[in-house]
Structures are given as structure tokens and as C-alpha cells.
Nanobody, 117 residues
Framework: QVHLVESGGGLVQAGGSLRLSCAVSGSIFSINAMEWYRQAQGKQRELVAGLTSGGSTNYADSVKGRFTISRNGAKNTVYMQMNSLKPEDTAVYYC???????????WGQGTQVTVSS
């Protein structure tokens, strides 16, 4: 079992920054990767950034160079620093933990990010 709680969302003007946090508890040792997704109103949920247990990262093309995923040393908090925010970044952002043996994906409750123009 893994429990995820996101925080850090809010309202920001275009060009501004926010840092999302995801507090992770439970079977942290079973986590293969941590990911951030987002879902804008009326659209499908999309992968924004991922961070493997080995430290590799990947980003959606739309956020490369603007967003950075990271974690703390204890691996119980995952962050996403979001810079140069655009109105199209407006969405509910979800933290996800991907486990193996057997494969499973846990989700947080989401945090709203709204970027005004």
C-alpha cells in the first residue's frame, strides 16, 4: 500500500512559478517510479514528468525546460518545480506511484493549478 498526498497548487499569473509536493507513505521500497500527471477540463489525463528509482527523468515535450521533477533524500517526498507557467498548464495535477511485483499504480487526490493570462 502506498499513500500519496499532493500540495502546492494554486492560482498564478502566466510566467510565474509553483512547486508541487507529493508526500509518499507506505511501501516506499516497492516503488519503481514516481510520476506527475495532469488533467485539464474536458481532456484526457496526460503524463507530465516521471522519475525512476534509479534517478532517470522524463518529461512531456510541452513542459521540457520549464518543469523539473525531483525527490528528497529519504524518497518520501517528490516535487515538481514549474517555471514559466502558461495558461495551457492549467489542470488538476496528480502524483502517481508505480509499483512492480505485481504491477500497480497508486494515485493522489490531485491539486488544482490555475494559470491566468
Amino acid at each position: 500500500q502506498v499513500h500519496l498526498v499532493e500540495s502546492g497548487g494554486g492560482l498564478v499569473q502566466a510566467g510565474g512559478s509553483l512547486r508541487l509536493s507529493c508526500a509518499v507513505s507506505g511501501s516506499i521500497f516497492s516503488i519503481n517510479a514516481m510520476e506527475w500527471y495532469r488533467q485539464a477540463q474536458g481532456k484526457q489525463r496526460e503524463l507530465v514528468a516521471g522519475l525512476t528509482s534509479g534517478g532517470s527523468t522524463n518529461y512531456a515535450d510541452s513542459v521540457k525546460g520549464r518543469f523539473t521533477i525531483s525527490r528528497n533524500g529519504a524518497k518520501n517526498t517528490v516535487y515538481m518545480q514549474m517555471n514559466s507557467l502558461k495558461p495551457e498548464d492549467t489542470a488538476v495535477y496528480y502524483c502517481s506511484a508505480v509499483l512492480s511485483g505485481p504491477p500497480y499504480q497508486y494515485w493522489g487526490q490531485g491539486t488544482q493549478v490555475t494559470v491566468s493570462s
